[in-house]
């Protein structure tokens, strides 16, 4: 089972910034679509921000201006900057590969 391990969540006030990391699989690591879930309180997970093998980008119109997904496939990483934060964007932050493998998850709380 593919084993995805993401960092970076924690404590930040409205208006402040996070970088998400998420260390991937090395096997056929360029050739996957990488995204970031998120799972908020009373909420099904959802898409937060996704960016494909050849680059194209998706986003979650809750986040559209304000994150950025971003991989180095030569370092096998996937990333998510995260600016402007709004308390709704409080929830735990999952790394995924394709449609079939997640990690852990990165808790991140926005909060005055």
């Known amino acids: 089972q593919a084993q995805l391990v993401e960092s970076g969540g924690g404590l930040v006030q409205p208006g402040g910034s996070l970088r998400l990391s998420c260390v991937a699989p090395?096997?056929?690591?360029?050739?996957?679509?990488f995204g970031w879930d998120r799972q908020s309180d009373g909420k099904q997970r959802e898409m937060v921000a996704e960016?494909?093998?050849?680059?194209?980008?998706r986003y979650a119109d809750s986040v559209k201006g304000r994150f950025t997904i971003s991989r180095d496939n030569a370092k096998y990483m996937v990333y998510l900057q995260m600016d402007n934060l709004k308390l709704e964007d409080t929830g735990i932050y999952y790394c995924?590969?394709?449609?079939?493998?997640w990690g852990q998850g990165t808790q991140v709380t926005v909060s005055s």
């Open positions: 090395r096997s056929s690591f360029g050739v996957y679509t």
């Open positions: 995924r590969r394709g449609n079939s493998a």
């Open positions: 960016i494909t093998s050849g680059g194209t980008l």
